[in-house]
């Protein structure tokens, strides 16, 4: 997660797909702008943060239930799968979670942390919404075994985003390339090996919302770490 802010920053690369946690950070830092997302064939370019558990647990959105028992975080620097679970937990009236958990893992993916839940090794487990849809239409045990118990405002999903020192021509020309794709064989081509139909045009403001869930954390987006000491 740190890399691409790194090699932005020091411009080995012109361009990158940041998350959305990971942009507001490195935008804070200076240095890039948003210029479109994917639009899946459903039509949808936003995704949810979720939390999930087996249904056997019998566990559900409240808080006080899930003393002692382990979670599955994704990474630090993740909405799903961290952000938005810690701030869920901090509404709910928990706001030292390593001592509310008697377990906490890092599985360093989303999918991961949901197959972590469905193996029993975790509790819960936070992840991406997106994630979990494309699990229930492969491993029939996610749908029978697995279900929400929380779930999180939309944020904009993976955008790709451009050096703000790129000259406005470039980017202009990458911008008209991503919106236009759709309209020809190559780049409807193109789109479907990313799963998508379109790009649609991502707007610094649509991350607002998650600025504010990290300003409740009391997270400062412009030094909170990339990379953390476990």
């Given at each position: ?36 997302r ?6 949808n370019?936003?995704y ?12 559900t959105?409240?808080?006080?239930k ?12 993740t ?23 008697g377990?906490?893992?890092f ?16 509790d819960?487990?936070?992840?991406k919404?997106?994630?979990?849809e ?8 996610v ?49 479907k ?35 953390h000491?476990?």
């Amino acid at each position: 997660y740190g890399s691409i802010h790194d090699e932005s920053r020091n411009k080995t690369i012109d361009a990158a797909f940041f998350g959305s946690f990971n942009y507001i950070m490195t935008k804070a830092r200076g240095g890039i702008e948003p210029v479109a997302r994917p639009v899946e064939p459903d039509g949808n370019s936003d995704y949810r943060g979720i939390i999930v558990a087996r249904k056997d647990k019998k566990l559900t959105g409240d808080v006080q239930k899930w003393k002692g028992k382990s979670i599955a975080f994704v990474h630090e620097v993740t909405t799903a799968g961290y952000i938005f679970p810690l701030w869920y937990l901090k509404k709910n009236g928990v706001n030292d979670f390593k001592e509310h958990f008697g377990r906490i893992v890092f599985t360093g993916s989303h999918d991961a942390a949901i197959l972590a839940v469905l193996k029993g090794q975790a509790d819960i487990g936070a992840a991406k919404d997106l994630i979990f849809e494309k699990l229930l239409s492969e491993n029939p045990l996610v749908k029978n075994e697995i279900t929400i118990i929380a779930s999180s405002i939309q944020v904009p999903s993976n955008s790709l985003c451009v050096r703000s020192d790129l000259s406005i021509d470039i980017k202009n020309s990458i911008k008209k390339s991503l919106l236009t794709m759709h309209t020809t064989p190559e780049g409807r081509e193109a789109l479907k090996a990313l799963g998508a139909v379109k790009f649609k045009e991502t707007a610094d403001s649509e991350f607002d919302s998650l600025r504010q869930m990290a300003a409740d954390l009391g997270i400062n987006v412009g030094t909170y770490p990339f990379r953390h000491k476990r």
